[in-house]
């Protein structure tokens, strides 16, 4: 049976939403990446629009925090994917690998990695000398006794080779390792990517499995607060990666456990989507917003200097736009905000609705004329450009937001003895 073309459409467009979740996007926008070929158009770099979003903004400080380094393993670089990703028997992992294949433009068989990188690399070089992004390693799940658990894990992305590519390439890119803290050789793996100038540690705690209130992890907090390494851990509901569904480990209210010891704790996306249990009325506590428990603890003057934000992802159509707008609002946040883009993410068209954007009045339409032009080369670019250009209230997200090399610079004796 032939399958109606507009159903066709929507069962992509859906299946590119269950990458994050949520709904309410626009089909007229597209549904796929063009991974137009050539580098961002120069009149695109010149434009009014682009030239504003650098304004006050020194590129030597522009990292962004949150780019995945993703690929199949097609190239020895040790990246593994579950096999359900590649099997249609589960239409739904099987549809987000093509769309995140689409989305980096590595669509040619056996160059997945390596187009990968180069497609990253060509995004980067419409950037200013100075700007780099800082690639995310990705740990297998480990259970309770620190046993890997492949059948509980959705992909890996080692840290010698993210580490590599930071090494490769300097000039453009940094990188932050992960580790589980359950595995029985933690300590020495942070040890040893601090050694090698990882910047931070990622953790998506409900699909590595690891519970970030439980006293398991205090050996790894005090090796963290020694090497003066922040923690970059998810917060709030996730849609894009499969694993152990523990999803109440994504509570922000969690991360109270690492920053009573001293860890710097930046929460991905700022909990930005879904809900959590307000375990600080007791385990059986009602459900609310997982963003109102991320402010709760921003408000605390006890986590000033521990708590911050991270702004990848807030700007994809599951996001409220009272949760858009209070994160540019409150300006008195944004020197404990950075910007991470989430790439390949900004890529998924679906994903950020611009269309949505011009109704709520955060952009006018000639911006979102231009970048909609800017997505189809430089999904980097579009991401930096589209938070630069947003507005509520008259404020925009201020270029320290922006700054974010300052989460991760080697402040401490520890952490020089490293560098």
Known sequence: MKMNRRLFLRALGAGALGIAGGCDFSLEEGIFNPCLPDPTPKRLLDHDVVAKSWQGIDPAKFWDCHVHVAGVGDANTGVWITPQMNSLLHPW??????????????????????????????????????????????DFHYDELGARREDLSSFFVPNRYASG???????????????????????????????????????????????????????????????????????????????????????PLRLRRPMDQGVRVIVAHCASLGENIDIDGGPNGPRVEAFDLFQRLMEEKRYEG??????????????????????????????????????????????????????????????????????????????????????????????????????????????????
Not at 189 to 214: C, N
């Open 93 to 138: 992992q099987n549809l987000q690998r093509r769309f995140y294949l689409n989305a980096s433009c590595t669509e040619r068989e056996g160059s997945v990695d390596e187009d990968f990188v180069r497609r990253l690399l060509q995004c980067l070089d419409a950037f200013p000398r100075g700007a780099k992004a800082m690639l995310l390693a990705f």
């Open 165 to 251: 590519l930071a090494q490769r390439f300097p000039d453009r890119l940094e990188w932050i390792c992960s580790i589980h803290p359950y595995r029985t050789d933690a300590i020495d793996e942070l040890d040893w990517s601090a050694s090698q100038h990882a910047r931070a540690v990622k953790w998506l705690p409900s699909a590595m499995g690891m519970d970030p209130a439980s006293p398991k992890c205090d050996r790894f907090y005090q090796a963290l607060v020694r090497l003066n390494l922040p923690l970059l851990t998810h917060g709030g509901e996730e849609k894009a990666v499969h694993g152990g569904s523990m999803s109440e480990f994504n509570n």
């Open 306 to 419: 521990r708590l911050f934000g991270e702004i990848s992802a807030v700007t994809q159509a599951n996001r409220t736009e009272s949760t858009l707008a209070t994160l540019i609002r409150r300006v008195e946040w944004h020197p404990r905000l950075i910007n991470g883009s989430d790439y390949p993410l900004p890529a998924v068209v679906p994903l950020v609705s611009l269309r949505r954007f011009v109704k709520q009045q955060f952009l006018t339409d000639a911006q979102a004329q231009v970048l909609s032009e800017i997505r189809q080369y430089n999904a980097l670019l579009f991401d930096f450009v589209l938070k630069r250009s947003l507005v509520s209230g008259g404020q925009h997200f201020t270029p320290v937001v922006f700054e974010s090399r300052r989460l991760f610079e080697p402040t401490s004796s520890a952490r020089l003895h490293h560098s």
